[in-house]
């Protein structure tokens, strides 16, 4: 079945194909781009690359690092991206070392001078952990959280901690109780969240590659909003030790790249288990850079036998129209390199919204109560034990965070529990159960990853449940623990470059190769589309 309608306006143009070459679909801007940028090439690997520049000896960890962080510090205080920056010494001395090892021919790990950002929900114990909160500022852990060391552990270099929505609650890092993170497409556009702070720093290459997290598509709506690659494993694929709770059951930590290679190359970095959490999997790991196959080693129809579930409820009304276009000519080169395609209908998806704020709020609720001046978090004094705690609480936590946890905690108080609790627990696995049933038959279901492209800077902030909405697409993959992909697809009109669009591929679950390696053919097969935003294009061309 063909997606591509002939009454909608397409997004994107395919090229006209042959037996004997890669199919390959053209991206259609919406507004002037630079001519240097016309037919860009496809974005490559910037680990790969790093790494081959550094062990061939054609530039220094030293110069790479100095080369980001100058455009960090340029173009820091239009963007916000970070709350902390390591200084510069830090960052150049880790630089030198590795240097020093490659000068004396002594072995390097697989992200050996890659620059990092880590959101600052994640625990760095040389940096602050603040979770975008007063209540946890100047914070700074006693550890690193499982990921952060892995990824030290791999030779990378952490530039920094990037910011987010107070506590991971919010889907515009505009909650974050510090500032504002603008999107490098448009600086007067959010960059979606609560990851919003990562997608940017990736997005205006400030940092290689970036860590997230997502409970209920922190890291899937904001990679769309921004342009770049982002990945939500398998619940359990990667230990969430050292990750600030917001919902245990539906928390990740999740993957941001400028290509499906550095993010597939990143999550095998942070993978495996970890007995510091036994909620992580044991699974074989699989060697995910092995399905980074170059365009011109392709076959024709190389996801030939693929078949592909389009969401049926995903491309309905509440859908901006450029977007579902986007995604529908995106599915349309996807068979034109073999996949077939057909609709696959999920009665229960519109109820993962409603099911997803009831537990989101009532695991909250639960992991917040820590934060009482005593155990954790800044305390403000008082005369009793109560006022303590109520006045640490009342000023450290924001509004959005404050809301959440009453919903959470009237959800579960008695009288109330059944009614809303057990009943989401009981639509969770109405959900899991439809995904497994469309997985059986399909080996990859795609969506939209966000019902419309970024929007205006304070647009919905006093409008929670039109927020809430904006999660519609990314809450069922959560409640199902299943893994997921956003990538760019193309361009809507907007801004002064265009607004990126991306759409979702859903796998089962620890099946994260199968993603990895149909969105690298879908990358390197999008010609025509530089997914570097206006404010570093000229430099970063």
Same mark, same amino acid.
């Given at each position: 079945m063909k997606m591509l309608s002939s009454a909608q306006t397409p997004r994107l143009l395919r090229s006209p194909t042959t037996t004997t070459t890669t199919t390959t679909l053209k991206c259609l801007h919406t507004s002037? #781009?630079?001519?240097?940028?016309? +037919?860009?090439?496809?974005?490559?690997?910037?680990?790969?690359?790093? =790494?081959?520049? !550094?062990?061939?000896?054609?530039?220094?960890?030293? *110069?790479?690092?100095?080369?980001?962080? /100058?455009?960090? =510090?340029r173009s820091e205080p239009q963007l916000s991206s970070f709350l902390y920056v390591s200084? *510069?010494? +830090?960052?150049?001395?880790?630089?030198?070392?590795?240097?020093?090892? #490659?000068?004396?021919?002594?072995?390097?790990?697989?992200?050996?001078?890659? !620059?990092?950002?880590?959101?600052? %929900?994640? $625990?760095? /114990?040389?940096?602050?952990?603040?979770?975008?909160?007063?209540?946890?500022?100047?914070?700074?852990p006693p550890y690193d959280a499982t990921a952060v060391r892995k990824l030290r552990e791999s030779g990378a270099i952490v530039v920094g901690k990037t910011n987010l929505d107070e506590f991971g609650m919010g889907s515009t890092t505009e909650g974050s109780a510090y500032q504002v993170t603008a999107n490098p497409w448009d600086l007067t556009r959010v960059p979606g969240g609560s990851s919003g702070g990562s997608a940017a720093a990736v997005s205006a290459r400030q940092c290689m590659v970036a860590l997230g997290s997502d409970t209920g598509g922190s890291v899937r709506q904001p990679a769309s909003f921004c342009?770049?690659?982002?990945?939500?494993?398998?619940?359990?694929?990667?230990? =969430?030790y050292g990750l600030v709770a917001y919902a245990s059951s539906l928390d990740v930590i999740g993957c941001f790249g400028s290509s499906v290679a550095d993010? &597939?190359?990143?999550?095998?970095? #942070?993978?495996?288990? @970890?007995?510091? @959490?036994?909620?992580?999997?044991?699974?074989?790991?699989?060697?995910?850079?092995?399905?980074?196959i170059p365009i011109d080693d392709m076959e024709s129809k190389p996801l030939q036998g693929l078949k592909v579930g389009v969401i049926r409820e995903t491309l309905e009304d509440g859908v901006d129209s450029e977007v579902i276009s986007s995604v529908r000519n995106a599915v349309s080169h996807l068979e034109d390199l073999g996949c077939t395609a057909s609709e696959v209908s999920l009665p229960s998806f519109s109820l993962g919204l409603p099911a997803y704020y009831i537990l989101a709020s009532c695991e909250s609720s639960s992991n917040l109560s820590r934060y009482d001046g005593v155990r954790y978090g800044n305390q403000v004094f008082g005369d009793e034990l109560g006022s303590l705690y109520g006045d640490s609480r009342a000023q450290g936590f924001g509004s959005e965070v404050k809301m959440r946890i009453l919903m959470g905690t009237y959800a579960l108080s008695a009288g109330y529990y059944d009614a809303y609790y057990k009943r989401a627990q009981q639509v969770r696995t109405i959900i899991r159960k439809s995904f497994k049933d469309a997985l @059986?038959?399909? *080996? #990859?279901?795609?969506?939209?990853?966000?019902?419309?492209?970024?929007?205006?800077?304070?647009?919905?902030? %006093?409008?929670?449940?039109?927020?809430?909405?904006? *999660?519609?697409? +990314?809450?069922?993959?959560? !409640?199902?623990?299943?893994?997921? !992909?956003?990538?760019? $697809? &193309?361009?809507?009109?907007?801004?002064?470059?265009?607004?990126?669009? &991306?759409?979702?591929?859903?796998?089962?679950?620890?099946?994260?190769?199968?993603?990895?390696?149909? &969105? /690298?053919?879908?990358?390197?097969?999008?010609?025509? $589309?530089?997914?570097?935003?206006?404010l570093v294009a000229d430099e970063a061309t």
């Open positions: 002037p #781009i630079p001519t240097s940028a016309a +037919t860009p090439a496809p974005p490559p690997s910037q680990i790969l690359t790093t =790494r081959k520049s !550094l062990l061939s000896r054609q530039t220094s960890a030293v *110069d790479l690092a100095k080369s980001f962080l /100058h455009r960090l =510090r200084p *510069d010494e +830090t960052v150049l001395k880790q630089a030198e070392d590795l240097d020093r090892k #490659i000068k004396n021919n002594e072995a390097v790990g697989p992200l050996a001078g890659v !620059l990092v950002g880590v959101k600052d %929900n994640i $625990c760095t /114990h040389d940096m602050p952990s603040t979770a975008g909160s007063k209540l946890l500022e100047n914070y700074r342009g770049v690659v982002g990945l939500k494993p398998t619940y359990g694929r990667v230990s =969430r993010a &597939g190359i990143l999550l095998q970095a #942070i993978s495996g288990h @970890d007995k510091f @959490d036994a909620t992580s999997s044991k699974q074989e790991i699989f060697d995910y850079a092995s399905q980074f @059986d038959k399909y *080996d #990859i279901l795609i969506s939209p990853a966000a019902p419309s492209v970024a929007y205006k800077i304070g647009e919905k902030k %006093n409008d929670p449940l039109a927020m809430y909405a904006g *999660d519609i697409m +990314t809450v069922n993959v959560n !409640l199902a623990g299943l893994p997921a !992909l956003v990538l760019p $697809c &193309g361009f809507v009109e907007g801004g002064p470059a265009g607004l990126p669009v &991306g759409f979702q591929m859903i796998g089962a679950a620890f099946n994260e190769e199968k993603l990895l390696k149909i &969105g /690298h053919i879908f990358e390197q097969t999008l010609q025509g $589309c530089s997914f570097i935003p206006p």
